[in-house]
């Protein structure tokens, strides 16, 4: 009888194991890993897709903001073939990051762009709207959070704290506007599209409120306010633009507004049952606009938002 010794029996062994493994397994279906849908569901209804289109608006923002912020150019470098023809942003620039904040930044601007990418495989993308993301335009909004003008005026570019502060104003508005839109639409594949959204728009905002959190009583130079402070001047500004209550919450709260009314600290916004607030593209216009009017322009957004939905509010003014 043969002996196997040395390399011999390794390879034995190995081709015991695996064979083992197959033997186990054999007894059981293949598996599969693709959810199972209806047999008649309906992937994309009709009126999905202006519901799905119009958080395209807020993907476009974000996309240029954090690319540009990390890497000095935007979707005309980096994906053209997505900005349909739309203008390019007006004032985006690098800014002076740290090497930390750089390299969040910079997944952050390429997790937007794979956003506009699967909106335009499941219902399709209309041209970038023009933007307005000069540090002019993000000081005429600190001002405003504050009640008087800031000096000198707020740059979002200056550095690593400044730029997450004004992604503070950002991403929040899209994550709420999300969950706003979840009952409202029905195809099983734009109820996986707006959740995947959802899920990192949500991590976004956890990454910049746990940032700011961790810097809460730091004082922002040049300014005689915390970090805190400007997170509540910021939330403040926003419920008042969209003019339907709390919605919104800065990264210290009081006791009332806390997680079952037992906690100061608010890393993570959300209401008396602990859920993610919602808001209504009516109030999100209001707010990335900065005029609490649906149906005038400004801020973010000189000439409008795009989309049908965003349009219809303008053809109205």
């Given at each position: 009888?043969?002996?196997?010794?040395?390399?011999?029996?390794?390879?034995?062994?190995?081709?015991?194991?695996?064979?083992?493994?197959?033997?186990?397994?054999?007894?059981?279906?293949?598996?599969?890993?693709?959810?199972?849908?209806?047999?008649?569901?309906?992937?994309?209804?009709?009126?999905?897709?202006?519901?799905?289109?119009?958080?395209?608006?807020?993907?476009?923002?974000?996309?240029?903001?954090?690319?540009?912020?990390?890497?000095?150019?935007?979707?005309?470098?980096?994906?053209?073939?997505?900005?349909?023809?739309?203008?390019?942003?007006?004032?985006?620039?690098?800014?002076?990051?740290?090497?930390?904040?750089?390299?969040?930044?910079?997944?952050?601007?390429?997790?937007?762009?794979g956003h506009l990418r699967a909106l335009k495989s499941v219902v399709g993308?209309?041209?970038?709207?023009?933007?307005?993301?000069?540090?002019?335009?993000?000081?005429?909004?600190?001002?405003?959070?504050?009640?008087?003008?800031?000096?000198?005026?707020?740059?979002?570019?200056?550095?690593?704290?400044?730029?997450?502060?004004?992604?503070?104003?950002?991403?929040?508005?899209?994550?709420?506007?999300?969950?706003?839109?979840?009952?409202?639409?029905?195809?099983?594949?734009?109820?996986?599209?707006?959740?995947?959204?959802?899920?990192?728009?949500?991590?976004?905002?956890?990454?910049?409120?746990?940032?700011?959190?961790?810097?809460?009583?730091?004082?922002?130079?040049?300014?005689?306010?915390?970090?805190?402070?400007?997170?509540?001047?910021?939330?403040?500004?926003?419920?008042?633009?969209?003019?339907?209550?709390?919605?919104?919450?800065?990264?210290?709260?009081?006791?009332?507004?806390?997680?079952?009314?037992?906690?100061?600290?608010?890393?993570?916004?959300?209401?008396?049952?602990?859920?993610?607030?919602?808001?209504?593209?009516?109030?999100?216009?209001?707010?990335?606009?900065?005029?609490?009017?649906?149906?005038?322009?400004?801020?973010?957004?000189?000439?409008?938002?795009?989309?049908?939905?965003?349009?219809?509010?303008?053809?109205?003014?």
């Open positions: 009888m043969a002996v196997l010794s040395g390399p011999l029996i390794s390879s034995f062994f190995v081709f015991m194991i695996l064979m083992s493994n197959n033997l186990m397994y054999s007894g059981f279906s293949q598996p599969t890993c693709k959810p199972a849908y209806p047999k008649d569901a309906i992937p994309v209804y009709k009126e999905d897709v202006d519901m799905m289109q119009f958080p395209e608006n807020l993907e476009f923002l974000e996309a240029e903001f954090f690319l540009w912020a990390a890497l000095g150019h935007g979707l005309d470098r980096v994906a053209p073939y997505l900005v349909m023809g739309g203008p390019p942003p007006i004032g985006a620039q690098k800014a002076n990051l740290d090497a930390l904040t750089e390299k969040i930044i910079t997944e952050f601007a390429y997790q937007e762009v993308l209309f041209p970038r709207p023009l933007l307005d993301l000069s540090a002019k335009n993000f000081a005429k909004l600190f001002d405003e959070a504050f009640g008087y003008k800031l000096v000198p005026p707020f740059d979002p570019y200056r550095d690593s704290l400044s730029y997450m502060l004004a992604s503070y104003v950002i991403p929040y508005v899209g994550l709420v506007g999300y969950v706003g839109t979840n009952p409202t639409i029905n195809g099983y594949l734009t109820k996986r599209l707006l959740a995947g959204l959802l899920g990192v728009e949500s991590g976004q905002d956890a990454v910049i409120r746990t940032y700011l959190y961790e810097r809460a009583e730091e004082v922002v130079h040049p300014y005689n306010h915390t970090v805190a402070e400007f997170t509540i001047r910021i939330s403040e500004l926003r419920n008042r633009l969209g003019m339907c209550g709390i919605k919104d919450e800065g990264i210290i709260v009081p006791l009332e507004l806390g997680a079952e009314n037992r906690t100061t600290s608010n890393v993570l916004s959300a209401n008396y049952y602990s859920l993610s607030y919602r808001r209504t593209p009516a109030e999100i216009l209001r707010i990335v606009y900065g005029t609490g009017n649906e149906h005038v322009p400004g801020g973010f957004y000189p000439r409008g938002g795009n989309g049908r939905i965003a349009k219809s509010f303008l053809n109205k003014s």
